[in-house]
């Protein structure tokens, strides 16, 4: 991912999570911008550390399923390691 592409991302994700969930009055500005920051840190931290298990075990592909692009992990390391990050920034808000 390019600094360029990693930058848009994170304002993106910032953005989204200010819209979903100070807007929809879930969590109040700072929260939501907060939460935003942990979710485009952690969605890049857990494609990396995917990416250094790869290299680990010296493969292309964690799966048959969609050879080529990585398998069906290279899809949701993201998501594993942004919505625990997610989860543990809202339950420290308090609304667990």
Excluded: C, N
């Amino acid at each position: 991912m390019s600094p360029r592409g990693f930058g848009a991302g994170s304002a993106v994700s910032i953005f989204v999570a200010w819209i979903a969930l100070y807007k929809q009055h879930f969590l109040t500005q700072g929260q939501s911008l907060v939460l935003g920051l942990v979710i485009a840190i952690a969605g890049p931290v857990g494609d990396l550390f995917e990416s250094a298990l790869k290299r680990d075990m010296q493969v292309k592909d964690t799966g048959r399923l969609l050879g080529g692009h990585g398998g069906v992990l290279d899809r949701v390391d993201s998501l594993l390691f942004a919505s625990v990050a997610a989860f543990y920034v809202i339950a420290g808000f308090g609304w667990t």
